[in-house]
């Protein structure tokens, strides 16, 4: 009868164990108990992954036995997004490789991958005490339906230590790779226009970021010269563009210009403006006195600003944290060019708290002016500002080289941060409401609906160098030799304006990473080397002796 009994609830066991095992390989969830939620997905990237109805193939070169530990980390965080990206949709397939492993075809490797445009990074390993130098590509390439995109992997910072680049790294991850989908799965509809016919940037100049933004929109010149002939037909035209982009106009802007940009604006429309209130090029300054006049420039927008809700200040800004400037020295063959501080090229620091900005590197400026903000509906949000040890230079200035071999005085940069990007969101009132009008519109607004603008005091953010007529990489600063976030900034400004499933918020994640000290380690390594292998033994050995002791007390009694 027992054994009837128990053979019954073995059976009832055996059922049991068969149908969790068949419900959990029907249905299964995910559990995220990390304190920051890191492998929870946002709903826009959710949104992403769920529309892939092909296979999305992603190559991982971050694969290696000599990583230092951070980057392990940064290795396994990769792992297990991709995962989690693959638990959502079983069509995103992937797998880690070493382009370096073999030695027969490392170097092939290496230039195939460089001509691709995947870096190479150079890492300092130190651990155990000892320092060796490591090669390795923080990159991945998705493949779908015949299309590659690059996915950077690492996320670069001036000054960052390789654990700051990893914590960096890993919480831009998820965009990265939600980025990456998006320009994979989603055909390109916005339309973004580059204002000409008011002496803007060439396109020469403008070709690096052009080509990057061309990955996501449909880009083309758009000129307002039509204005003066038909300036009804001028606003129609640029209606059908969903953002426009001045990049750094130096003639004015006519009453005509301006009413149909400002009815642009309030039909809508985005805008990014990159504006220089003073008249001063760097290359100006390579003559025989090494040296030329700062001067205002007069682009007749201040009333067009001023009624939005900013004022671009005609002054210069010298900040104390500063890219260099490239100075030559010596004749012919004995010419070398060496580093000196600049104070006019200031390097902006990022509003932690905005997805434009969070977790970006320091933004260079070109003898940027400064920004006020002026009290009306608009919601305004500072993007960029300077360090505190900055001062304000008025016009008219002569501006030398020869202040690069100056010793600064820190005391009189004393006029803190000051803004030299801001975003202006709302329902914005028109320029030119209760004044008199250039020329009527049979559709005239003196109020827009909810729409958006970034306005930036100086133009050459987003000026590339030129080297033997090639664009250079506007994301990399030759005379600091580091990498800027120019390029990045700018990209994820027009994100921003022309964003509507929020792919950019991504952006806003916070992970923390925790790493071990590994000089700690190094110190303490034989110490804790003992308690984890002597000390068990020891406790062995006593709890062994004092199982005999007593045993042999009980007995013997």
Do not use: C
């Not at 008011?198 to 307002?224: Q, S, V």
Request: glycine share 4%; charged share 25%.
């Amino acid at each position: 009868m027992r054994l009837n009994k128990n053979i019954k609830h073995i059976g009832i066991l055996l059922v049991a164990l068969v149908g969790i095992n068949y419900v959990s390989s029907i249905a299964f969830k995910r559990f995220d108990l990390t304190q920051d939620k890191r492998y929870t997905l946002s709903d826009a990237t959710v949104n992403i992954i769920n529309n892939v109805d092909s296979p999305i193939i992603i190559d991982v070169f971050l694969e290696g036995d000599n990583f230092p530990s951070e980057f392990r980390r940064l290795q396994n965080e990769t792992r297990q997004l991709i995962e989690e990206f693959s638990a959502k949709n079983s069509n995103i397939v992937f797998n880690f490789m070493n382009p370096l492993e073999d030695e027969a075809t490392r170097d092939s490797n290496m230039q195939q991958l460089v001509q691709r445009g995947l870096t190479p990074m150079q890492l300092s390993v130190q651990e155990n005490g000892k320092a060796t130098q490591e090669v390795i590509f923080p990159w991945a390439l998705a493949s779908y339906n015949d299309e590659t995109v690059i996915i950077p992997l690492v996320k670069n910072k001036i000054g960052a230590s390789q654990q700051e680049l990893v914590t960096n790294s890993v919480q831009h991850l998820e965009y990265a790779f939600a980025d990456g989908f998006s320009k994979l799965t989603k055909p390109k509809s916005r339309k973004v226009a580059i204002l000409k016919g008011n002496g803007e940037l060439p396109d020469r100049y403008i070709a690096d970021f052009a080509k990057k933004l061309g990955e996501y929109y449909f880009l083309a010149p758009f000129t307002l010269d039509s204005v003066a002939v038909n300036p009804q037909k001028t606003l129609k035209d640029l209606k059908v563009f969903d953002l426009i982009i001045a990049a750094k106009p130096t003639e004015a802007f006519t009453e005509e210009e301006k009413l149909v940009l400002d009815q642009y604006t309030m039909n809508g429309g985005k805008s990014l403006w990159l504006i220089d209130a003073v008249a001063m090029e760097k290359d100006s300054l390579y003559n025989e006195s090494g040296s030329n006049f700062a001067v205002t420039r007069d682009l007749n927008l201040t009333d067009f600003f001023f009624k939005y809700g900013v004022r671009i200040n005609p002054v210069l800004v010298s900040d104390l944290y500063s890219a260099p400037i490239m100075v030559a020295t010596g004749d012919g063959n004995d010419t070398q060019f060496i580093r000196l501080q600049w104070p006019y090229s200031p390097l902006a620091s990022g509003n932690p708290n905005h997805s434009i900005t969070n977790n970006l590197n320091l933004v260079k400026f070109d003898f940027a002016n400064q920004i006020d903000t002026l009290k009306n509906s608009i919601t305004k949000t500072i993007l960029l500002q300077t360090s505190k040890l900055t001062k304000m230079e008025g016009m008219p200035r002569q501006i030398s080289l020869e202040l690069a071999t100056q010793e600064p005085d820190p005391t009189i940069f004393n006029k803190g941060n000051q803004i030299l990007a801001v975003l202006l969101e709302g329902e914005f009132t028109s320029v030119y409401d209760n004044r008199i009008k250039p020329f009527n519109l049979p559709d005239e607004k003196n109020e827009s609906v909810a729409t958006k603008m970034i306005v930036i005091a100086d133009g050459d953010v987003i000026k590339n160098d030129i080297n033997r007529n090639t664009p250079m990489d506007l994301g990399f600063d030759r005379s600091y030799n580091q990498p800027v976030g120019n390029k990045e900034f700018l990209l994820n400004a027009v994100n921003y304006l022309l964003d509507d499933n929020g792919l950019i918020n991504i952006r806003s994640k916070e992970i923390t990473v925790a790493f071990l000290d590994q000089e700690k380690i190094a110190d303490q390594k034989t110490t804790w080397q003992l308690v984890n292998i002597a000390l068990p033994l020891v406790l062995l050995g006593l709890f062994g002796f004092g199982f005999n002791y007593f045993r042999k007390k009980k007995y013997t009694a």
